[in-house]
């Protein structure tokens, strides 16, 4: 469905994509994953020859990217485009005709489609009177309107609430059932967890991992525990093959070093309180993205590190 052989995107001097090579299969969900200024948004917008790459190939259907193939790609950008003055509904005809789709059936399509979102009574409402997870929502019907067979979503969550969130999760889980291929760029790590079966970790332009994301999260599982515990945090940190400590309640995530005696660390732990569960559990995508990152040398937010 999509590869990128060699990739690489300079600006001004600064490589902000290094020789980057991936592949996304047909029918799944691929996360496309890193911190800040990684270079996912520049991968993305080479993808759809938004720009072109300095060295490289984007391969889309099996075919070197071009304008015939973009009407086959639906495209959700992290910056938002809406025309404020317009109409909804003339808004998704608008787009629609843009992507070769009838008047007719965009604006069928459209309405379907905004019932779907909770938004069927706005379809003759501007654009500049609905709110910004409003606005997202009709902006990602603008996406799929055209029937795509390859979806790309650039932080599609952005403006939604829990629940307008679970909806298009559902949605992209929809829509992946019926044969598409979705690429999900997200910081959120839990709906990456959800949602995808495939994911690259890109840091400073290049791959850090990639592969499927239970291959993944196994090969890094070996050194956690979950543990429910009534003592002290501080206890549990002070065992010398700890290396980190999450709290949640009483509930504790404890990452161990290599190696590391697990039937130690329970030992440790009944020295300082009563343990009601404790389990050799897996590593949470969040966990292994923070590790990778800063094995990297890369930097990661106070947001990101406390999972916010």
């Not at 759809?48 to 070197?64: N, Y």
């Not at 809406?82 to 007719?104: C, N, P, T």
């Amino acid at each position: 469905m999509l590869q990128l052989v060699n990739v690489t995107k300079r600006y001004d001097g600064v490589t902000a994509v290094d020789s980057l090579s991936l592949t996304v299969e047909p029918g799944g969900i691929f996360g496309l994953l890193g911190p800040n200024g990684a270079g996912k948004t520049t991968t993305i917008r080479m993808i759809m020859g938004i720009m072109q790459p300095d060295d490289g190939e984007v391969r889309v259907f099996d075919e070197p990217m071009s304008e015939r193939l973009k009407d086959r790609i639906g495209y959700l950008p992290e910056e938002r485009g809406l025309y404020r003055k317009m109409k909804v509904l003339d808004h998704l005809v608008f787009l629609g005709e843009i992507k070769g789709v009838s008047a007719s059936t965009a604006a069928e399509r459209g309405r379907r489609w905004l019932d779907r979102v909770g938004l069927g009574g706005w379809a003759d409402k501007t654009v500049e009177s609905l709110s910004k997870g409003m606005a997202q929502k009709v902006q990602f019907i603008s996406t799929v309107l055209h029937d795509p067979k390859l979806v790309i979503l650039d932080e599609p969550f952005s403006g939604l609430d829990p629940i307008n969130t679970q909806l298009l999760e559902d949605i992209i889980e929809e829509l992946q059932r019926e044969g598409r291929t979705i690429i999900l760029s997200t910081h959120l790590m839990d709906q990456v967890e959800k949602l995808c079966n495939r994911i690259c970790l890109i840091n400073k332009g290049r791959t850090v991992l990639e592969g499927r994301l239970s291959d993944l999260k196994m090969r890094f599982s070996k050194n956690v525990i979950t543990m429910r515990f009534s003592g002290a945090r501080e206890h549990l940190a002070r065992h010398p093959d700890v290396e980190v400590v999450r709290t949640f309640g009483q509930d504790y995530s404890i990452t161990l070093r290599e190696g590391a005696d697990t039937n130690a660390m329970l030992r440790h732990a009944l020295g300082g309180g009563r343990v009601e569960r404790f389990e050799i559990g897996e590593m949470s995508l969040h966990d292994i993205f923070i590790a990778q990152i800063r094995a990297e040398g890369g930097e990661v937010s106070d947001e990101a590190a406390d999972g916010r």
